[in-house]
């Protein structure tokens, strides 16, 4: 197991367009995270799923944000009309039955929004 | 609500030398914390965690943290830094109750030669 994968590492989009990212998380991981890391900010925490399901969406996802995790596997976070202010590095985490132990991250997807 | 605050935004510092990075949070309830490291483009590594027992915590890569509750602050130290060391620090906050962690706002240490 190599770990927390996203993909891609990079993306640059222009403005108004709809980009889809995918997170692998670690195999027996059932609880997979999505963060936000703006430049000199630490992350800020988007959303969850405990297997498939999403338990918690910060308020921070507006409405053109939606996240996926069919068959508690992968993950999809996608961004529709993408804004300037969505340039960001996205970082997925996942961990194994929650209960704070230990949340594994992935290098992250870069997005420039021009 | 939880919250963590790192005071210094930057920490520069000569190789072997030891150094203190700060950080403090609050919450209304029993918390859990953690130090990570961020290395130019790559992902979060987890340092150390605080879940409970010895207040004293040590990590990888040499470095110890040490939980205080009557001061809610939960320092990182090293006696001596490498230039290796060089990279952006995230202390971060989570309750019993939920995993999401609370990020400080990130420590960039620079380590000089």
């Known amino acids: 197991d190599t770990g927390v994968s996203q993909n891609p590492r990079h993306k640059i989009t222009k403005r108004g367009q709809n980009v889809t990212f995918r997170c692998d998380p670690i195999?027996?991981?059932?609880?997979l995270y999505w963060y936000r890391q703006t430049l000199g900010q630490g992350p800020e925490f988007l959303t969850y799923?405990?297997?498939?399901?999403?338990?918690?969406k910060s308020r921070l996802l507006s409405d053109r944000f939606s996240a996926e995790r069919p068959k508690g596997s992968f993950s999809t976070l996608e961004i529709q009309r993408t804004e300037q202010g969505d340039s960001a590095m996205y970082l997925c985490?996942?961990?194994?039955?929650?209960?704070?132990?230990?949340?594994?991250f992935g290098q992250g997807t870069r997005l420039t929004v021009v | 609500a939880q919250s963590v605050t790192q005071l210094d935004s930057q920490v520069p510092v000569f190789e072997e030398a030891p150094v203190e990075l700060r950080c403090n949070y609050s919450?209304?309830?029993?918390?859990?914390l953690f130090w990570y490291v961020q290395y130019p483009n790559q992902g979060l590594q987890l340092l150390l965690k605080?879940?409970?027992?010895?207040?004293l915590v040590k990590g990888i890569n040499g470095f110890e943290a040490e939980f205080n509750k009557s001061q809610t602050s939960f320092h990182l130290r090293k006696p001596s830094v490498h230039i290796s060391d060089t990279a952006e620090y995230f202390c971060?906050?989570?309750?019993?109750?939920?995993?999401?962690?609370?990020f400080g706002t990130g420590t960039r240490l620079q380590v000089f030669p």
């Open positions: 985490a996942s961990s194994l039955d929650g209960g704070n132990t230990e949340a594994f």
């Open positions: 195999s027996e991981h059932n609880r």
């Open positions: 799923f405990q297997n498939e399901a999403q338990l918690e």
């Open positions: 919450s209304s309830v029993s918390v859990y």
């Open positions: 605080y879940l409970s027992g010895s207040t």
């Open positions: 971060a906050v989570s309750d019993h109750l939920g995993d999401k962690l609370i």
